[in-house]
């Protein structure tokens, strides 16, 4: 429903918004191994949050890395609605885990998930606050959250989390959980799924409702675990589910 929600969402935004002319970007190599955080940082780019903590089975802070292109040419102007100018440099996550010398060696890079920003009506995905939106837990879970709000063109609003784990040589989803809320109408939609389990639930409501409504139960159709990097855009992303 999110995807379909946000794919409507782009068809009635204003042409200009879909019209933007977004500069092409070649998105650079990132070092294997590196002595700090800062090491796997290209020319070009800027680290624009960087998170510690355990990722894998040793004691050792291994890093969660933001990554964004700061290049001027990228920064577009418009005379519609919304920002102007418009910053669409990309963003990349790099997932760095430590080694015993010391330093670190790139375990994922990926610059998918968090798509770039295209149309001036749509709120950074990430609210401006990465500390908010990328997490890593004490269970060595990452979580990275998503946001779409829409100044003009859709009154659809929705998050999304992917939890992911180190496991197996590549950090597999766990878990995927989606609230949205429609704000002419006050409906309510929530999806959570786990991967471990295969288990899931669906839930419709209203903000004016007391309590939140009945979940539906739902399952997963496939249990073919699921990589981070195999995801792709993180709103083009929908889980399969059956009753």
Known sequence: ???AALAAASAALP????ALEVPVVEIPAIPAQATSAQGFVPDGWRLEHAVAGRLDDNA???LLLLLRMEDPANVVAHDGLGVSPFDTNPRMLVFALADAAGGYRRALVDHALIPRAESPVL????????ANALRIA?????SITLHSWASAGSWSTHERTFT???QDGCFRLIG???AGLHRGSGETDAMSVNYLTGRAWTR???IEDDAPGPTQPMRLRDRTPVCLDAIGDGFAFEPALAP
């Open 204 to 206: 419709s409501g209203s």
């Open 123 to 130: 709120d950074d995905v990430l609210q401006d606050d990465p």
């Open 138 to 142: 004490d269970s060595r879970a990452v």
């Open 15 to 18: 042409a200009f918004a879909q």
């Open 60 to 62: 050792q802070p291994d």
């Open 164 to 166: 992911v784990r180190w």
């Open 176 to 178: 995927f959980d989606r």
């Open 1 to 3: 429903m999110a995807a």
